[in-house]
């Protein structure tokens, strides 16, 4: 194991484990057995590594955080032009998260921006993060759930068990993926998606236990069915949102979310034509 100064008599590293030496430790750190800790790693002060996981450098790692066994974090892209030992910001993972049996996160695919994983997120077994995906403070990956490379997850979102993000997809704040879904267009902020990127309404559960006021889930909700469930164009779909976001800020959101420039369409709701895609 290699001689990694310790900060404080209450980190704890187990004889079975093997460091590098550019890795940076701090307070209260515990290491159990049979970890690899490659590179440039920095793990802050109370983070916990269960046992047997896997971290590959540069790869920051916040206060608190705690990494169950089998986790592989940091290593290089799943992707054809990524070559070992390309340059990479690596990944950056917040405070007071847990990231359960056989997680994922993979290294960006430059050295610009990290692949990032917010604050007090909770990534349930077997969940991934592709290359140069992010996701905000408390979002929930349930088990089996992936984002492909560059998607994105708003804050306090939830994708459900064996949900799919396709690459580049976004999905916004408080929005909630149901199980098995697969997100191949970009979900707006506080709906539901189900299937293959169906709107089935608003998160409903989610901004009640926020607190959020009554009128203003129901200016969310009025905005869905006005919107989201009528055959629209983008631009349409900006202009009726801007509208009625004048009086509500999440509504206003939800408007600059579908009106910012992005590699998928938007998903849209059940009272779609059939015939039509599920998204514009």
């Known amino acids: 194991m290699a001689k990694t100064p310790l900060r404080s008599c209450m980190t704890s590293v187990h004889p079975t484990s093997i460091l590098s030496k550019d890795c940076e430790i701090g307070e209260g750190v515990v290491i159990g057995p049979w970890c690899v800790v490659s590179g440039r790693v920095k793990l ?74 917010g604050n007090r997120n909770l990534m349930m077994v077997n969940s991934h993060l592709g290359h140069d995906s992010r996701t905000g403070n408390d979002v929930v990956l349930v088990n089996n759930s992936a984002l492909g490379g560059h998607g994105s997850v708003g804050d306090n979102a939830t994708l459900g068990g064996g949900a799919l993000l396709h690459q580049f997809t976004r999905v916004g704040r408080m929005a909630f993926v149901g199980g098995g879904t697969r997100a191949v267009a970009d979900i707006p902020p506080f709906c539901s998606a189900v299937e293959r990127s169906r709107l089935s309404g608003i998160n409903l559960i989610g901004l009640r236990r926020a607190g959020l006021p009554r009128d203003q889930i129901t200016a969310v909700r009025e905005a869905f069915r006005k919107v989201f469930r009528e055959p629209m164009t983008r631009p ?8 009625l976001g004048a009086k509500c800020p999440l509504v206003a959101e939800m408007a600059e979310f579908v009106g910012t420039c992005a590699n998928r369409p938007i998903s849209v709701g059940y009272d779609r034509d059939d015939r039509e895609d599920a998204m514009v």
């Open 44 to 117: 802050a002060d109370g983070v916990r590594l269960i046992g047997n996981v896997y971290l590959n450098g540069p790869l920051t790692i916040g206060a608190r955080t705690v990494l169950y066994p089998f986790c592989a974090i940091g290593f290089m892209a799943q992707h054809l032009k990524v070559k070992q030992g390309d340059p990479t910001a690596g990944v950056v993972i917040g405070e007071d998260s847990t990231l359960r049996e056989h997680c994922t996160v993979h290294a960006a695919t430059h050295d610009t921006n990290p692949t990032t994983v």
């Open 236 to 243: 349409e779909m900006i202009e009726t949102l801007n509208k």
